[in-house]
Nanobody, 120 residues
């Protein structure tokens, strides 16, 4: 059974930082591209970033480019999202998802999410 468990969310002031983690199990993590997606209140799922299976390439939505960094540790089956210079518009539930930028939605496989709230 595939399990994706996100952690690291919380309340942070504008300009602050958070590091999200996603522990993966139930599949061969090192063979699959992965993504972070988010859902703001009242909105649909929005793609944030993706990383290739070996971690060699990443891609980001324009809204987070230069502020967020995605990485992975295949030895630990863990995905990360380093978020800096956070803005109120980043407030959302963040999910890690199986698949890359063009496949995550069709795979429909993500965790329960972790809440990120950016507010003063």
């Amino acid at each position: 059974e595939v399990q994706l468990v996100e952690s690291g969310g919380g309340l942070v002031q504008p300009g602050g930082s958070l590091r999200l983690s996603c522990a993966a199990s139930g599949f061969i993590f090192s063979t699959l591209g992965m993504s972070w997606v988010r859902q703001a209140p009242g909105e649909g799922l929005e793609w944030v970033s993706s990383i290739t299976d070996d971690g060699g390439r990443t891609a980001y939505a324009d809204s987070v480019k230069g502020r967020f960094t995605m990485s992975r540790d295949n030895a630990k089956n863990t995905l990360y999202l380093e978020m800096n210079n956070l803005e109120p518009e980043d407030t959302a539930v963040y999910y890690c998802a199986q698949g890359g930028s063009t496949t995550w939605r069709a795979r429909r496989s993500w965790g329960r999410g972790t809440q990120v709230t950016v507010s003063s």
